[in-house]
């Protein structure tokens, strides 16, 4: 039961094991939550810390069972989506500007991004992704500031 639960939570409802880009299907699957549950910033504070605490413990152990950062574990990306967009309004134009800033820093991994992942067990799995998500955040956050974006 536990392999199952943690399966199931790390890899998104199996969004983690689809055959090609399962990353981006699990930050897409946030901004499906997002978009269709109209949830509130004070909901999405709770989100973010209770599955990214619950992300570190199945991402944990996930690479017990699958190796490293094992591709099929998701729920980073799904946390760092909702993360890019928190404290932002929820219009299309910006959940489809944090999925697209949120997957390139993910990828990319600029610094300190990419120093992160060298964090042991779950906590180097879930930490990149956190930062992508919040750098993600502050360049939305400047871009609807300074007017560019409305």
């Not at 880009?21 to 499906?32: C, E, K, Q, R």
């Not at 992704?129 to 502050?138: E, P, R, T």
């Amino acid at each position: 039961m536990k392999k199952f639960l943690c399966l199931t939570l790390g890899t998104v409802l199996g969004a983690g094991y689809l055959p090609f880009a399962p990353g981006t299907f699990g930050s897409f699957a946030a901004i499906l939550t997002i978009y269709f549950t109209s949830a509130s910033d004070h909901v999405g504070v709770v989100v973010i810390i209770v599955l990214s605490i619950l992300g570190i413990i199945v991402s944990t152990y996930i690479e017990k069972l699958k190796g490293h950062d094992a591709g099929i574990i998701v729920i980073d990306e799904y946390v760092g989506q909702w993360i890019s967009i928190l404290f932002l309004p929820q219009t299309i134009l910006v959940l489809i500007l944090g999925f697209i800033l949120f997957r390139i820093f993910d990828i990319v991994k600029p610094y300190p991004i990419n120093k992160s992942q060298s964090l042991k067990a779950g906590w180097g799995v879930m930490a990149d992704d956190i930062l992508a998500g919040i750098i993600s955040n502050v360049i939305l956050q400047l871009i609807l500031f300074t007017g560019i974006i409305k």
